[in-house]
């Protein structure tokens, strides 16, 4: 619990989980004293999911809500003149699994954050404070946030809400989909129904998010990567320019003659990229780009090697190789006329370090598509999925995590359908 707000002039005000405050006033740092109104009355039980406004304007004291998603509170019409002391009670459904989040708030002690239930029926109780009408509002931490070697970064990009309405400096948004222009650093994140955080693709290279508090995904969102596809059946996608995570591996256009192969990548050894069809008249495709990793390095499974999504060799000169994403397909045979389908490109690496994460949406890293052929020539061979690398102190949700392979591209004609390709690594480590 929040056991006290000091003000600079004097005595600290105690504010209680699911109790009524006894201080009538609070001293502010100028030194007046700002009355504390009497919020003893309730507002609920009723559900709440999604964006939830809290009221403050009848001076209602408690909050008592049912959670039938993933919901984010807040506080609206704060009393000027007036501080206030409000409790949520916040109860999850018979399901469970709902994140919790509160915009706006200061969590106290500094670099704290809140630890909520998530079973089924369980109960959250959350008190806040504000003396200077919801300027500052300040609410239970409960919990250190950057154990693990501050590996979640320091939040200084603060709490963030993608909803479609939200818009934020080190994030671009257009048409239900946001993107970063940076490595960030947040509080918390709330990635709401209907809304995708594309973390690479199109223009965006791949770049790494980290959060110091929860990062909540509802049932319908999603934290993607993408990969630039081909611009038509024959024509090879490139991937984009680094970030701070190097991208998957561009892909071969297909010919009229026999398939280039795909690009080879340093990755998890036995995997590759999906072989391109060979054409009606024999001709090869092109084989997968492969998924290696030379002797001596291992795949980031502890930190700080993990933090960087880079492996090491200590025997090595140079030692630190950063992962990229996927192997690229192969290119579909061409007969002698029609292009075979180009490779698909390689997904691209997806990096998320949270102290927690609520998943009830979509997580995913997948490769790109081999390209489709007609007449006798073959389909071109699907991209490997993308790394995924999750940090995090804990997990739930029932949403799902892929680094799946790119499908093979289709053939009209006579020619071979290409390969998909094979899924990359997905690394959960567990802080």
């Not at 990793?293 to 190789?321: E, H, I, K, Q």
Request: overall charge negative; some cysteine; proline content about 4%.
């Amino acid at each position: 619990m929040l056991k006290s707000v000091a003000s600079a002039g004097g005595a600290a005000l105690g504010v209680g989980a699911a109790t009524v405050a006894t201080a009538t006033s609070a001293e502010a740092a100028d030194g007046t004293v700002t009355p504390v109104a009497p919020a003893t009355t309730t507002d609920g039980p009723s559900d709440a999911t999604g964006n939830v406004s809290l009221d403050l304007s009848t001076g209602t004291g408690t909050f008592i809500r049912t959670l039938t998603g993933d919901t984010v509170f807040e506080f609206v019409n704060w009393p000027s003149g007036m501080a206030m002391e409000p409790t949520v009670i916040a109860t999850q459904d018979s399901t469970g699994g709902h994140s919790i989040a509160y915009t706006n708030v200061t969590w106290l002690p500094s670099g704290t954050v809140p630890l909520y239930e998530t079973g089924a029926g369980q109960v959250n109780i959350n008190s806040f404070f504000s003396d200077d009408a919801g300027v500052t509002v300040y609410g239970q931490g409960g919990t250190s946030a950057g154990g693990g070697f501050g590996v979640y970064g320091d939040g200084s990009d603060g709490a963030v809400v993608l909803d479609g309405t939200n818009t934020y400096s080190f994030l671009g948004y257009k048409n239900g989909y946001y993107w970063p222009t940076r490595d960030v650093f947040l509080s918390s994140l709330a990635v709401t129904s209907g809304i995708t955080l594309q973390l690479s693709g199109g223009t965006t290279p791949a770049f790494k998010v980290f959060c110091s508090g929860l990062a909540s995904i509802a049932s319908g969102g999603q934290i993607v990567t993408y990969v630039n596809t081909a611009s038509s059946g024959a024509t090879g996608g490139s991937n984009l320019a680094t970030g701070s995570l190097a991208p998957g591996a561009s892909a071969p256009s297909g010919v009229t003659g026999a398939g280039a192969a795909g690009t080879t990548v340093l990755g998890q050894s036995g995997k590759a990229a999906g072989a391109g069809g060979a054409a009606a008249s024999g001709t090869a495709g092109g084989a997968g780009g492969k998924s290696n990793l030379d002797a001596g390095y291992s795949l980031p499974r502890a930190l700080p090697w993990a933090a960087t999504m880079a492996a090491y060799a200590p025997n090595v000169t140079n030692g630190t190789r950063f992962f990229p994403g996927g192997a690229s397909g192969g290119a579909g045979a061409g007969d002698g006329s029609n292009s075979g389908g180009a490779g698909g490109v390689g997904g691209n690496p997806l990096f998320l370090a949270a102290y927690s994460i609520v998943n009830n949406g979509t997580i995913s890293a997948k490769g790109g598509r081999g390209g489709d052929a007609s007449g006798g020539a073959g389909g071109g061979g699907g991209g490997q999925g993308g790394p995924v690398m999750l940090i995090y102190s804990t997990y739930s949700g029932s949403g799902s995590i892929s680094s799946a392979g790119g499908a093979g591209g289709a053939v009209t004609g006579s020619g071979t359908a290409g390969s998909a390709g094979e899924a990359s690594w997905i690394i959960k480590l567990v802080n």
